[in-house]
């Protein structure tokens, strides 16, 4: 809800899975100013925790500034690593236990760069990793039992999901690359909260707790990392107003936008941050 739409929690924070279709978001803001837009992976805001009105809406998404999407938990809940349940421009796809979601997200994400390099894009990919539960990955070796995929819940798989999610990012990066865009393309990878409780991690030989829910540093310490080619224009939007201030106001500032062709936005689920030392 902060991240989408600028706003203090304070301000338009209603339910826990929801955002209120009143709402604008960036989506709306590049929609409006001529990009492509999708949203991929962790949907988690049409209120289907609490039933709230119209939560079966398929068409949510597009309220929100998006012409394209590939989303779990849109409607109802379900796995979001095997077998996952996933809806795809108001359709359920096909899945089976073989398929991987962070798989097919990404995969979807790479088409639409493909289809759009000759156009200014936004694609914004909340992740499904690394959630619990814990679960083996198509590269771990226990994916090979199709019960492990489901049910181990076993935090000695983090650091599996964790790989999946690098390799992931990078195939997002070389679709750029191949496709001769990255040098016009700003790159946001963020965390959303600390890393799960039950995990441990070490940073230079400290063991860390994770503190998902804290107000201690490793419950609020998270990535955030900018890439982009031209390091310059990097360092001259630093100086700019906060994103808030500079774009959602609609009296002319958006128009700024155009200094940069394509902005994606990636968003770990539950971070995989490595916390500094105490």
Same mark, same amino acid.
């Given at each position: %809800?902060?991240?989408?739409? +600028?706003?203090?929690? =304070?301000?338009? /924070?209603?339910?826990?899975?929801?955002? !209120?279709?009143?709402?604008?978001? *960036?989506? !709306?803001?590049?929609?409006?100013?001529?990009?492509?837009?999708?949203?991929?992976?962790? #949907?988690?805001?049409?209120? %289907?925790? *609490?039933?709230?009105?119209? /939560?079966?809406?398929?068409?949510?998404?597009?309220?929100? @500034?998006?012409?394209? =999407?590939?989303?779990? #938990?849109?409607?109802?809940?379900? $796995?979001? *690593?095997?077998?996952?349940?996933?809806?795809?421009?108001?359709?359920?796809?096909?899945?089976?236990?073989?398929?991987?979601?962070?798989?097919?997200? $990404? &995969?979807?994400?790479?088409?639409?760069?493909?289809?759009?390099?000759?156009?200014?894009?936004?694609? =914004?990919?909340?992740?499904?990793? %690394?959630?619990?539960?814990?679960?083996?990955?198509?590269? $771990?070796?226990?994916?090979?039992?199709?019960?492990?995929?489901?049910?181990?819940? !076993?935090?000695?798989?983090?650091?599996?999901?964790?790989?999946?999610? &690098?390799?992931?990012? @990078?195939?997002?990066?070389?679709?750029?690359?191949?496709?001769?865009?990255?040098? !016009?393309?700003?790159?946001?990878?963020?965390?959303?909260? +600390?890393?799960?409780?039950?995990?441990?991690?070490?940073?230079?030989?400290?063991?860390?707790?994770?503190?998902?829910?804290?107000?201690?540093? /490793?419950?609020?310490?998270?990535?955030?990392?900018?890439?982009?080619?031209?390091?310059?224009?990097?360092?001259?939007?630093?100086?700019?107003?906060?994103?808030? &201030?500079?774009?959602?106001?609609?009296? +002319?500032?958006?128009?700024?936008?155009?200094? %940069?062709?394509?902005?994606?936005?990636?968003?770990?689920?539950?971070?995989?941050?490595?916390?500094?030392?105490?």
């Amino acid at each position: %809800v902060k991240i989408m739409t +600028g706003k203090p929690n =304070y301000e338009n /924070y209603e339910y826990f899975t929801y955002l !209120n279709p009143k709402e604008k978001t *960036f989506g !709306n803001l590049f929609q409006d100013n001529g990009y492509k837009t999708l949203v991929a992976g962790k #949907w988690q805001l049409n209120g %289907v925790q *609490f039933k709230l009105d119209d /939560y079966t809406d398929l068409k949510r998404p597009y309220t929100f @500034g998006f012409d394209s =999407y590939m989303l779990w #938990w849109l409607a109802e809940r379900g $796995s979001r *690593f095997a077998n996952p349940i996933l809806v795809n421009n108001e359709k359920k796809i096909d899945t089976s236990i073989d398929d991987y979601g962070p798989e097919i997200v $990404s &995969d979807y994400i790479v088409d639409f760069i493909n289809e759009h390099n000759n156009s200014p894009f936004f694609i =914004y990919y909340p992740m499904m990793l %690394v959630h619990d539960p814990f679960l083996p990955t198509p590269n $771990s070796k226990d994916w090979e039992n199709e019960q492990n995929r489901l049910n181990s819940n !076993n935090p000695e798989y983090f650091p599996d999901m964790v790989s999946y999610m &690098d390799s992931t990012v @990078g195939k997002i990066i070389n679709t750029l690359k191949n496709n001769n865009i990255d040098d !016009n393309t700003i790159i946001i990878f963020l965390g959303d909260n +600390g890393t799960d409780r039950k995990v441990f991690t070490k940073n230079n030989n400290v063991l860390v707790k994770g503190s998902k829910g804290l107000t201690n540093k /490793y419950g609020t310490n998270v990535p955030l990392i900018i890439s982009w080619s031209k390091l310059k224009k990097i360092a001259s939007l630093a100086r700019r107003p906060s994103w808030r &201030d500079q774009y959602l106001e609609r009296d +002319g500032p958006a128009a700024r936008l155009g200094d %940069v062709s394509r902005v994606c936005v990636v968003k770990a689920n539950e971070s995989a941050s490595r916390h500094p030392p105490p």
